[in-house]
C-alpha cells in the first residue's frame, strides 16, 4: 500500500509540473502570434479566465480544448506540446525494470 501512496504522490507532482509547462508554452505562443488572452479566448471558444487559469497551470486541459486552443492560434494541435518535458520515471519505456516508482494501472474505455 505504501508504494501505491508513493507512487500516487510522484504522479501527482509530475501531473503539476506539466501543466506548468504547458501553461507556459501557450503563454509564449499566445505572445507570439501578438493576442490578448481575450483575443485568444475569444478564437478558441472559452472564457479569458479559464485561459489565464491554463496559463498559470491550474488546470489540465482535455484534448478537445487543446485543438480548440490550436485553431485559436492558427498552429497544428502538436505545436502547442512541442517543447513539453515528461519525466519518465528513470524508464525508457520498454517495461517494468525497477528503476523509478511503479504507477497504478489506469482504467481505458470500459475495459
Known sequence: MMVLAFATACFSRMAEDIRIQFGKLLRQQRKVKGLTQEELAG????????????????????????????????????????GLE?????????????????LPERKRGGV
Not at 485561459?51 to 497544428?76: C, T
Open 43 to 82: 478564437r478558441a471558444g472559452m472564457a479569458v479566465p479559464y485561459l489565464s487559469d491554463l496559463e498559470r497551470g491550474k488546470w489540465n486541459p482535455s484534448l478537445a480544448m487543446i485543438v480548440d486552443l490550436a485553431r485559436g492560434l492558427g498552429v497544428e494541435a502538436w505545436e502547442i506540446l512541442h
Open 86 to 102: 515528461i519525466d519518465r520515471g528513470g524508464t525508457d519505456g520498454g517495461g517494468d525494470d525497477g528503476d523509478g516508482p511503479e
